[in-house]
C-alpha cells in the first residue's frame, strides 16, 4: 500500500514511475516489497541501490535482499536494527513507525501511511510546495490522513540528507497501470469479446480485467475448469466470428498446446497470452522469466504453424495485443503473445496517449455470394488464406478438423493433401517476415557492434547502454515479432561483427532460435541466466562494454 499511494501521488505531479513488486509464492502470509523509481523527465527503470529503503521488517527483508541491495549512499528508515552485521551501509535512523500510528489512529496498522508521509516530506512531493498533496481518487480514511499528517510532522523533526527531487518537467497527470491491465484493455479495444481463462500467477490480474470489462460491453467471460478447456473454448468462439482470447503463464500454456496445434491445422484465429514465470514445472510462480520461447515457437506435434510476438514495455503491451488480432484474424492463425512476469506486475506511471491510439484490426476473409452452395472452406488461394464462414451460416456449411483434410474440409489420407496443407499453412505467414516495423532497433545503426534481447530484459540492456555512454559505438536490436522472423532482423545479423544475445533463461533460447534462422557473426556472445530475479544494469554492465572493446 505505501508503494502504491507514494506512486499515485507522484503520479498526480507529473512524475513517470515504475515499481516492480516482489513477493513470495506462497498463497497466503509472506513477505513482499516494491521497489518504486521516480522520474521527472521520462519512463526509465529503478536505480539498482535504492536512494531511501524504509524497512519495516528485516527478517523479511534479507528475502528480497538481492532484489533490493543496499547501496553505500541508501538512507534506511528503520523500525528495529538488523541482527546481521554485514547489512550495515548506508544512513540509518530509527522511525517508530507502528508507535506513531498508534498514538494518532489508535491502530499500528496505519504505519505504512506514517511512513508515506515522512517519505512525502524527505521528497518534497507535494502539490503546492508547503507538506499537502492532492489526496483525490486514492480512497484515503480519515486514520488514513491522520497517519499520513503524522509523517509529515515528523521530517521536520529529523534532520535527512538532501533527497528532494526536481519538478517534474510536465505536471499533468500520469496514469498508473501495470502490464496486465494494459493487455486487457487493449484486447477489448481490438474487438475482443470472449475471454476463457483459468487463474493462475502472474497472469490472474488479466482475467480480472477482462471480467469488468467484457461486463460492461455485453461480452462473455467465463472461467473454466482448466487450461485444456479455456483453449478450446476459445476455438469455438472463434469459430462463432467472435474475436477470442486466452490468458496463462507457463504450467497453463503446456495444457493449452493441443488447442493451439488444433487452431494451426483448422485455421482458426485465436490469441493466447502467456505471461512467463520461473519453470520449470510449478518453478516459482511469482518470480519473473523468459524460458517460455521454446514452447511457443515449437510446442506441439507435427510442424504445427503460429505467430509469436513479445513485447519488451508496457506501451508494447497495449499495441502488439493489437497486432495480435489483427494478425490471428487476417492470416486465420493462433498467436502466442509473449509477456512476463516483470512487464505483467510491474506498476508503471506514464502518459495516457498510448492508450487511446486506434489501430487497424482486418476482418477475416469472407465468402462471397459466388460461395453459396459450393463452399470450399479451405479454398487455395493466390494469398493462401481462404475465405472462412461463421459457424451457423446459412449455406456455407463445412467440415472443421484437425485431421488432414481438402479444400472442402473433408479428410484426405494422401500425401499430396498432406504436403499441400503444410505449404498453406506455412506460406501464408510469409508477409509477417516483411514486418521490419516489428523489429525495433535503437542506437547506431551503423555500428558493426550490436546487441539483441527481448521482452523485458530488453528494457534493461537499453538502460545500460545509455547509463554507459554506449549509443554511438552500439546498436540494440529488440524482435517484437519472434516467430516468423523479420527481415530485418537478419540484415541486423549480417551487418554485426561483433554480437551480444541476452536473455533470462538457462539455456539460450533465443540464441538458438537465431541461429537455426540466420548465420550468426563469428565474434557472438550470450549472456544467460535463468530467472528468479530480474537484471540489473551493474550484471549487465560488464558483458555490454565487453563487445565494444
Not at 32 to 59: H, Q, T, Y
Request: glycine share 8%.
Amino acid at each position: 500500500m505505501l508503494g502504491s499511494y507514494l506512486q499515485k501521488v507522484a503520479a498526480q505531479q507529473g512524475y513517470f514511475s515504475q515499481m516492480p513488486r516482489y513477493y513470495g509464492a506462497q498463497i497466503r502470509g509472506g513477505g513482499s516489497a516494491v521497489k518504486l523509481g521516480l522520474d521527472a523527465e521520462r519512463l526509465s527503470l529503478p536505480k539498482d541501490n535504492p536512494d531511501i529503503l524504509v524497512c519495516f521488517n528485516w527478517e523479511k527483508y534479507f528475502e528480497f535482499e538481492l532484489e533490493l541491495p543496499l547501496g553505500a549512499d541508501t538512507v534506511v528508515l528503520q523500525e528495529s536494527d538488523s541482527s546481521r552485521e554485514n547489512i550495515l551501509l548506508g544512513e540509518y535512523f530509527r522511525v517508530d513507525f507502528s508507535k506513531i500510528s498508534q498514538e494518532v489512529t489508535g491502530s499500528s496498522r496505519n504505519k505504512n501511511m506514517v511512513a508515506l508521509g515522512l517519505l512525502m516530506g524527505i521528497l518534497a512531493i507535494s502539490n503546492d510546495g508547503g507538506g499537502k498533496a492532492d489526496y483525490q481518487g486514492l480512497r484515503m480514511s480519515k486514520h488514513h490522513l491522520l497517519a499520513l499528517e503524522a509523517g509529515l510532522d515528523l521530517f521536520g523533526q529529523l534532520s535527512f540528507p538532501d533527497l528532494r527531487l526536481s519538478p517534474a518537467e510536465d505536471r499533468a497527470d500520469k496514469v498508473v497501470l501495470h502490464g496486465n491491465a494494459v493487455i486487457a484493455r487493449a484486447a477489448i479495444s481490438a474487438g475482443c469479446r470472449a475471454f476463457f481463462g483459468y487463474p493462475i500467477t502472474p497472469a490472474s490480474e488479466i482475467m480480472e480485467e477482462m471480467q469488468q470489462g467484457l461486463s460492461q460491453r455485453g461480452g462473455v467471460f467465463l472461467q473454466a475448469e482448466d487450461e485444456i478447456s479455456s483453449a478450446a473454448l476459445a476455438l469455438g468462439a472463434s469459430l462463432t466470428g467472435v474475436q477470442p482470447m486466452s490468458s496463462t503463464s507457463g504450467p497453463g500454456f503446456d495444457l493449452m498446446t493441443e488447442s493451439m496445434v488444433l487452431a494451426s491445422a483448422a485455421e482458426i484465429p485465436m490469441v493466447i497470452v502467456d505471461v512467463q514465470r520461473c519453470g520449470p514445472s510449478t518453478g516459482i510462480p511469482s518470480k519473473t522469466e523468459q524460458s517460455d520461447l521454446n514452447h511457443a515457437i515449437y510446442g506441439g506435434h507435427g510442424d504445427a504453424s503460429r505467430v509469436v510476438i513479445a513485447p519488451y514495455d508496457i506501451e508494447g503491451c497495449y499495441r502488439l495485443v493489437m497486432e495480435s488480432f489483427d494478425i490471428a484474424q487476417y492470416f486465420q492463425t493462433p498467436v502466442i503473445l509473449l509477456s512476463d512476469q516483470w512487464l505483467g506486475q510491474t506498476l508503471v506511471a506514464t502518459e495516457y496517449e498510448f492508450l487511446t491510439k486506434d489501430y487497424p484490426i482486418r476482418e477475416r476473409k469472407r465468402p462471397t455470394g459466388r460461395d453459396l452452395g459450393d463452399y470450399h472452406r479451405y479454398q487455395l488461394t493466390d494469398d493462401f488464406i481462404s475465405p472462412m464462414a461463421d459457424v451457423g451460416s446459412e449455406g456455407l456449411a463445412y467440415r472443421t478438423t484437425g485431421l488432414t483434410h481438402d479444400e472442402s474440409g473433408e479428410p484426405a489420407f494422401d500425401f499430396k493433401t498432406h504436403q499441400w496443407l503444410h505449404e498453406k499453412t506455412w506460406q501464408k505467414l510469409r508477409p509477417l517476415r516483411k514486418r521490419d516495423d516489428l523489429a525495433v532497433v535503437f542506437g547506431k545503426e551503423g555500428s558493426n557492434k550490436g546487441i539483441i534481447a527481448w521482452g523485458s530484459s530488453a528494457q534493461v540492456v537499453l538502460e545500460t547502454v545509455k547509463d554507459l555512454g554506449l549509443q554511438d559505438e552500439v546498436k540494440v536490436c529488440v524482435p517484437e515479432l519472434i516467430h516468423p522472423l523479420p527481415e530485418r532482423i537478419e540484415r541486423f545479423l549480417k551487418s554485426t561483427e561483433r554480437l551480444l544475445v541476452v536473455e533470462m533463461n538457462y539455456t539460450g533460447q533465443l540464441h538458438r532460435y537465431l541461429r537455426s534462422q540466420s548465420e550468426l557473426p563469428e565474434q557472438t556472445y550470450t549472456y544467460t541466466r535463468p530467472g528468479g530475479r530480474p537484471f540489473s544494469m551493474k550484471e549487465l554492465a560488464e558483458p555490454i562494454a565487453e563487445i565494444t572493446r
